[in-house]
């Protein structure tokens, strides 16, 4: 049986991280700091506090102190409602509209017709493409970004870096991952700099400058005008939860495109905000933002998706700037 506060618990530990947050968090709902365990993982730190804060049937003094941090983050307000319908993912902007219904006849289509058949060497490409994403580290929170040029610039979503940013307060942490016997590797921390920002807040976009240089090291992932298509597979590279690097690569089919979004099935979680979406040519053709459950039109059951700015609306904004 899965921890039925999952969501609930990447969602704390991508906005409150540091202990100090945390016990801040919890003085403000009536609640001693030191009757809980603030040491280690964010993860580990808000299951044992949500443990607890359950038994003393509490949660929404919690929650309601949460929401005035975060007053429009649909995890906290579902919990908070017990509505399991809104949107799933740190996201402070609009709930985005259902697209595209899928039949089971089209899933039956897809798995008949539509081969999932790759080279090895997609593996191998994968990892390439692995290296240019950052897990980014804020002020409100652990997302995540991506190398876009040469020079040094990182794409990622307005509602992770909603202004511009001042220098030392936002950190790109590259190579944070786990190695093949499951341990941690070392990661390089570069910081993000106040001299570029640019973004739009309609279709949830941010480019930043990161200093030092990373791209010489780790590469970046270039962008160019693309052409999505329903039932495409796509796989996201991500930092789940602000966890070590991960990919989704199981049920990752396009359900609808237009020229503003992207939407798919593809696994994301808390965390995953900024994230390339990549195409089966480890092209990028999305900038993941958000997700949720959705009712299908005429039809009471609840349909999970996924979804990012079609990289297409982001070349159109940028013109020139990602030559640089």
Known sequence: MSWKYLELTETLSGLYYRSADISALLIRAGFAPEKFVLDGAANTIWTLALKKIEQLSR??????????????????????EKDSTLLRGVYAGEKPSWKGKMSRGEYEVLIGEQSTLLPISFLQAGLLKAAPVARLVTPFGLATGFLISEGDLLLTNQHVISSHPENGRYKAQFNYETSLEGLPLAFE??????TLYLSSIADDWAIVHVSGRP???????PLREMGPKKNDFVNIIQHPGGEYKKIALYHNVITYYDQRVVQ????????????????????VVALHHSGGWFNEPDNPRAVLRNEGININRILEATGQLLTL
């Open 264 to 283: 798919y099935l593809t696994d994301t979680l808390p965390g995953s905000s900024g994230s390339p979406v990549f195409n089966s040519e480890w092209e």
């Open 189 to 194: 921390e570069f910081d993000i700099d106040d």
């Open 59 to 80: 949660l929404r003094d919690l929650l309601a102190s949460a929401l005035e941090d975060y007053p429009r983050n649909p995890i906290l307000q579902s919990y908070f």
């Open 215 to 221: 791209s010489v090291k780790y590469g970046f992932l």
